[in-house]
């Protein structure tokens, strides 16, 4: 059973930076895509970044793109979401997910509250 762990999440001001990890295990990610959601109170859950395992692809939703790096570590199957210049309305719980390309299965971490204050 895939596992996903997210931690990183705390309380920063606008402009500061922050890095989350999603800890990955109980299989194997190479036909997986990893990706970082984040749920704003009221709010639907949206696409933030996503890396291809085997790839190292990745994709970026506008909001994020040039701010946010998505990166992998192989070896401790982690995957990095490094948030920069960072605005209040990034404020959200963000969700790690894991979509496997060859049965379409998809698991979610518990998520990690991120609080940016202005």
Known sequence: QVQLVES???L???GD?????????????????????????GKEREFVAAIRWSSSHTYYADSV????????DNAKNTVHL???SLKPEDTAVYYCNAESSLTGRSY???GTQVTVSS
């Open 8 to 10: 990183g999440g705390r």
């Open 12 to 14: 920063v001001q606008a």
């Open 17 to 41: 930076s922050l890095s989350l990890s999603c800890a990955a295990s109980g299989g194997t990610f190479r036909s997986y895509a990893i990706g970082w959601f984040r749920q704003a109170p």
């Open 65 to 72: 793109k040039g701010r946010f790096t998505v990166s992998k």
């Open 82 to 84: 490094q948030m920069n």
């Open 108 to 110: 979610w971490g518990q």
